[in-house]
C-alpha cells in the first residue's frame, strides 16, 4: 500500500475526471470546466479529458481548467480533447499557476486562442508536451511567462498578444526556420531547438489525438533526449517573477529529457 504521494503510480494507475458528463462521446450536456483551480492547490496525476466550455462568458473559457485569479500547481497531468472558446486545456488569467510535467493532446478552440491561454497570466511551464493541438498551443496575452523543458509541436505553436515569453531548453516547432530564433515566439534563453521530437505514436493506435492511447514518449534518436535542464534547478518553485524565472533557468545545470521526464 502507498504510504506516501511520492509512491504513487499515476501514469501506470490513470484517474480519469472527464467532463463527459452523459458518457456518449458528444458535445452535448458536458461540463464546461472539468476543474477549476483553487489558490494554493495542487492538482496532480490526473488524465482531465472531454471538457466542453461552449457557453458564454467564463464558460466559454479553460474546457479542461479554469483559473482566474487563482494560482494553483499542475503536476503530472494529461488534458486529452478538451475544448473551450478560449483555453481548450487551461485558461489562466490573473494567476502565476504553475504547470510541470504535463501533456496536451487533442485540444481545440473556437478561435486561434491556444490550448493553454494565459491572460495577465506569467504562469511557469515546465517539462510539458503539447502536440495536435488545434490553431495554437500557447497563446500569450499581456504577459511573459517562463517556458522551459517543452516541446511544443502543434498547428500555430506559440502566439503572443503584447507578451514575451521566456523560452529555453525546449523544442519549438518554426522558431528557428533557418537556425536563427524567431522573435515573435518570445525571447531567446537559449538552448532551443526546432526539430521533430520523433513521438512514439502522437495519435495512438486509434490514430485519434487527444484520446487516453496517445504515446508521446520519446523514440530513440529523439534530438530531445539529454537536451533539457534539469528540473531539480528549476521545478515547481522556481521565482514567479519572469524575469526571476529566466535568471534561474539560465543557471541551471544538469541536462535531462525535454518535455515529459
Avoid at 503510480?9 to 480519469?16: A, H, L, M, R, Y
Avoid at 467532463?19 to 488524465?47: E, P, Q, R, T, Y
Avoid at 497570466?121 to 522551459?148: D, E, K, M, Q, W
Wanted: charged share 15%; aromatic share 6%.
Amino acid at each position: 500500500d502507498e504510504v506516501n504521494l511520492d509512491e504513487r503510480d499515476w501514469s501506470g494507475n490513470k484517474t480519469i475526471l472527464s467532463g463527459d458528463l452523459n458518457s456518449n462521446g458528444l458535445d452535448d450536456g458536458d461540463s464546461f470546466h472539468v476543474v477549476k483551480g483553487a489558490d494554493n492547490s495542487v492538482i496532480d496525476g490526473f488524465v482531465i479529458i472531454g471538457g466542453h466550455a461552449n457557453g458564454t462568458g467564463d464558460d466559454s473559457k479553460g474546457g479542461g481548467m479554469l483559473n482566474i485569479s487563482v494560482s494553483p500547481a499542475v503536476r503530472n497531468c494529461s488534458f486529452l480533447g478538451n475544448f473551450a472558446q478560449a483555453g481548450g486545456a487551461i485558461y489562466n488569467e490573473s494567476s502565476l499557476a504553475q504547470v510541470t510535467n504535463c501533456l496536451f493532446s487533442g485540444s481545440a478552440v473556437g478561435s486561434s486562442s491556444g490550448a493553454v491561454y494565459n491572460n495577465q497570466a506569467n504562469v511557469s511551464l515546465v517539462n510539458c508536451t503539447f502536440s495536435n493541438n488545434t490553431n495554437s498551443a500557447i497563446y500569450n496575452s499581456n504577459c511573459s511567462p517562463g517556458i522551459v523543458n517543452c516541446i511544443v509541436w502543434s498547428d500555430q505553436p506559440v502566439i503572443n498578444i503584447s507578451g514575451n515569453p521566456y523560452i529555453s531548453y525546449s523544442d519549438i516547432q518554426g522558431s528557428k526556420p533557418s537556425g536563427v530564433w524567431h522573435a515573435e515566439f518570445g525571447k531567446d534563453g537559449g538552448h532551443n531547438i526546432d526539430d521533430g521530437p520523433l513521438f512514439a505514436d502522437a495519435d495512438g493506435t486509434d490514430n485519434i489525438a487527444g484520446t487516453i492511447d496517445d504515446d508521446l514518449s520519446l523514440q530513440q534518436g529523439s534530438p530531445c533526449i539529454g537536451t533539457g535542464l534539469g528540473r531539480e534547478d528549476i521545478g515547481v518553485n522556481w521565482p514567479v517573477d519572469a524575469k526571476m524565472m529566466a535568471e534561474a533557468a539560465v543557471g541551471g545545470s544538469n541536462l535531462v529529457d525535454i518535455a515529459i521526464a
